[in-house]
């Protein structure tokens, strides 16, 4: 007979949240380039139970992602009971604007092409960024309604989120840097000048007002939620890029927060802190359709 004395036997909890990640995921090929995601989603044997879907966009400065830099993070987060996936965009390098507002847009909509075999529950998309990638979905949101700023037709497949989440984003590229500092962004590789298509940012506004956010916000027009987070010592991108996407947002009566971290830079463990994750957790729930199982 055996000696059970020295087994250890712990109740299995079945209920307990299991997650994978979909690594490489093909959801689009543009101009011969062929786009990824990565999915961090839940395991389930209810093949229709649904989850909320964030789509995230890395930044990059424009340039080629890393797609898996906020990845660990993110994850963390999907146990609040969410599908993310993790949005490649064609880089500045490749075109310019606005294809990563193109591609991100394209993105949202494979996963609600393909939203049975991920579990997503199509009515409650949010949008998520760092960096140029927080003005990509800023971007992506504002010009949810303009069929240039989408690959597909606005009229069978509408652009329709809950919610943004920007972080640290550039909001105005013609403030990120003055004038007098010009020379260290007027050579060929810089992306402020790939991603304009000139090395003179300021003073050619037919091609630098389209990517501003804060010019398609107005008070007859919709625009969804948005919360934005910024570290008040960045020295890559001003804070008060964010203040003034905040007081355009308040002054046209839009929904959002604003959470300065005071100390912080452009990005870090401190954006990721269980604090700040309760923060977007909580703002996402405002504007979902259902209720979310959280920790």
């Not at 403030?175 to 304009?196: C, D, F, W």
């Amino acid at each position: 007979m055996s000696d059970l004395r020295n087994i250890n036997i712990i109740i299995a909890d079945l209920s307990a949240a299991h997650y994978r990640v979909d690594l490489n995921v093909e959801y689009a090929c543009k101009e011969g380039r062929t786009l990824h995601l990565y999915i961090i989603r839940p395991v389930t044997d209810n093949e229709d139970e649904k989850f909320p879907l964030i789509v995230f966009s890395q930044g990059s400065s424009w340039m080629k992602q890393d797609l898996g830099k906020e990845i660990t993070q993110l994850a963390r987060f999907a146990t609040k009971g969410y599908v993310i996936a993790i949005a490649e965009y064609r880089s500045v390098e490749e075109t310019g604007f606005p294809s990563q507002i193109l591609d991100t847009k394209t993105a949202v909509y494979f996963m609600k092409q393909n939203a049975h075999m991920y579990h997503v529950d199509v009515d409650n998309i949010i949008l998520w960024g760092t960096s140029s990638g927080g003005h990509t979905v800023l971007m992506a949101a504002v010009t949810a309604d303009l069929q240039k700023f989408s690959d597909e037709p606005l009229d069978k497949y509408p652009f329709n989120i809950k919610a943004v989440i920007d972080y640290y984003g550039p909001t105005d590229i013609t403030k990120i840097v003055s004038e007098e500092e010009a020379s260290n962004y007027q050579e060929e590789e810089s992306p402020l000048t790939l991603l304009v298509g000139d090395d003179d940012i300021w003073h050619h506004p037919d091609l630098t007002d389209p990517m501003i956010p804060m010019h398609y916000i107005s008070k007859t027009k919709s625009t969804v939620p948005i919360l934005i987070a910024h570290g008040n010592v960045d020295t890559m991108v001003p804070y008060k890029q964010s203040i003034e996407l905040f007081n355009c947002l308040k002054e046209n009566d839009k929904e959002t927060e604003i959470y300065i971290l005071k100390g912080a830079n452009h990005g870090g463990g401190c954006f990721w802190t269980a604090e700040m994750l309760t923060i977007v957790d909580t703002f996402i729930r405002k504007y979902m359709t259902l209720n979310i199982d959280s920790e």
